[in-house]
């Protein structure tokens, strides 16, 4: 075991010298970039209004990227080709000056990336920020089983079906989890305890949880959004090319059901969520059947769903934007006592990660970069350190970080957003060419999106390591005194309340152990407690 002063980063190295991973990437980049171009002007040129989505806003650098690196290429040939033309008309000292012009452009073209990924800097391990939360604090509970998957891949039906991805397995681990996170024995005693902390630490005592308080389940479907076609409008069916998208899974949701219903929750008081989504006729039949009572809260409300609609509940952004109009928190979540949290674990081409804090992009009824409202996305995306993160006001604020119970990532199945169609299985240990087939519990929601970007870089050289990918967790863990200055406080319309460290950042020692401070005998930082199969 290295010493504390010898777990010092190494040096930080391009995207092409990063070993195998980096190699590919090397390699792939034109092919990655030609098809965002491609895709681009597929769905662009005969909608030109498509330019705002999500999906071509983070294609577009792509694609823009491999233009101006094709046009370095051809800049290049062009050179050596007027070299040719001056040598054969004797114009020797032209020849020279074009074929060594030639060379070089040639030659820094083939020693870059393709088109451009700005990574960002090496960080220091095991030097948390920010204060640890949870009856154990900082505690992360990772439970890996690969019983819980069996799928083979696209054109093996779809993932979420019963006979690919085995309900009692993902059962076992969310008990597993929430064992492992309150060091209780049992399901009941361990959402006892869950509540009465959450509680506590609201101000309200030590509380258990009181028949009637309505519960939200934020799940993220961003994959069945109302602006990006993969749900048909019509039938309110899945299309073909969304069929197997990484969308919250359909076990996850039932076994976090069947575990508050167990422990004393009405099926009643149960809402699942995403304002964003249009709730698709084949997750909606699996968890309807389940749970006919429960209420289910999407874009529009058709068919037994409820539609999302805003509250009187205001969200103020800390940057305070001028001429906007005002947000405000949907309904379901101002009414509701508490918040689960459950997100999915995934790369984004534009974030680098999307995880527990970008899931609630969805808490909202209006699309994240609707006219006339403040445009959400550029302060989400990775650009640098020391920014403005809204996220950190999505963390904060009263309804919607502030009611949260626990935090969940579904790992059965990862990918990228949004270039991945189907998930992907991961080379890094221990999944070794297999799904992920994990889950990841806490009450820390800094922690747990900290050990889950360090998943994704273990597995992905590309897009988890772009720069600013983890800004906003530096921001959310120090909102007392940010780096980036902000006056964090999103329920006050003016910088009245200052929020305080929302948990705890750091990054493992390495991809291998997998050790973070608390597990190396710190007094501070985060714990990554294993409590499952595999390792």
């Known amino acids: 075991m290295r010493s504390r002063e010898d777990t010092r980063p190494e040096p930080t190295r391009s995207a092409g010298t990063q070993g195998n991973g980096g190699r590919w990437w090397h390699w792939a980049a034109p092919f990655v970039g030609f098809a965002a171009l491609l895709w681009f002007l597929i769905r662009v040129l005969p909608k030109p209004s498509r330019a705002t989505y999500p999906c071509q806003r983070a294609a577009f650098p792509l694609a823009a990227g491999f233009v101006a690196w094709l046009a370095g290429v051809a800049g290049s040939f062009a050179l050596l080709r007027g070299a040719r033309r001056s040598f054969a008309r004797s114009a020797r000292a032209a020849g020279i000056l074009c074929a060594v012009a030639g060379i070089a452009a040639l030659w820094c073209l083939l020693g870059t990336n393709g088109p451009e990924l700005v990574l960002g800097e090496a960080q220091a391990v095991n030097d948390p920020i920010g204060a640890g939360r949870g009856i154990h604090p900082g505690r992360v509970v990772w439970v890996h089983d690969p019983d819980a998957t069996n799928w083979e891949g696209p054109g093996n039906e779809r993932w979420w079906e019963g006979n690919h991805t085995d309900q009692a397995a993902v059962g076992r681990m969310l008990s597993r989890a929430l064992c492992a996170l309150t060091g209780e024995s049992g399901d009941g005693a361990a959402w006892d305890k869950l509540f009465r902390h959450h509680n506590k630490e609201r101000g309200k005592g030590d509380a258990p949880y009181k028949p009637g308080e309505k519960i939200i389940i934020k799940v993220n479907f961003v994959g069945l959004i109302w602006r990006e076609g993969g749900v048909d409008e019509a039938t309110y069916k899945l299309k073909e090319w969304r069929e197997n998208y990484m969308n919250t899974s359909p076990q996850a949701i039932m076994a976090l059901m069947r575990q508050l219903t167990a422990a004393g929750v009405a099926e009643a008081d149960l809402t699942l969520c995403d304002c964003l989504a249009y709730l698709a006729n084949e997750y909606y039949a699996i968890l309807h059947a389940a749970f006919p009572k429960a209420q289910y809260v999407d874009h529009t409300g058709r068919d037994g769903r409820t539609a999302a609609k805003d509250s009187t509940v205001p969200l103020y952004w800390s940057c305070r934007p001028e001429g906007c109009r005002q947000d405000y928190v949907p309904t379901c979540f101002a009414e509701a006592e508490y918040v689960i949290n459950l997100a999915n674990l995934k790369a984004h081409t534009a974030a680098g990660v999307t995880l527990c804090a970008k899931n609630h992009c969805g808490s909202f009824v209006r699309w994240p970069v609707q006219e006339g ?163």
Not at 416 to 437: E, L, N, Q, V
Request: proline share 7%; glycine share 12%; with cysteine.
């Open 373 to 535: 409202y403040f445009d959400m996305h550029p302060s989400a995306f990775a650009a640098g350190e020391g920014k403005y993160r809204m996220l950190v006001d999505l963390m904060g604020h009263a309804h919607l970080g502030g009611k949260t119970v626990l935090c969940l990532l579904d790992g059965l199945y990862s990918g990228k957003h949004p270039i991945d169609r189907a998930p992907s299985k991961w080379r890094s240990a221990p999944f070794d060419g297999d799904w992920t087939s994990s889950l990841f519990a806490s009450q820390d929601p800094v922690a747990i999106d900290s050990v889950g970007l360090d998943f994704l870089r273990a597995e992905w050289k590309d897009f988890p390591h772009k720069s600013g990918a983890d800004d906003y967790l530096h921001e959310a863990a120090s909102a007392g005194d940010p780096p980036s200055g902000t006056f964090y406080d999103p329920d006050h319309p003016t910088p009245t309340k200052r929020l305080g460290s929302l948990g705890v950042h750091e990054h493992w020692n390495n991809a291998r152990e997998k050790r973070y401070s608390r597990n190396l005998g710190a007094k501070e930082g985060i714990e990554l407690v294993t409590a499952g199969e595999g390792r």
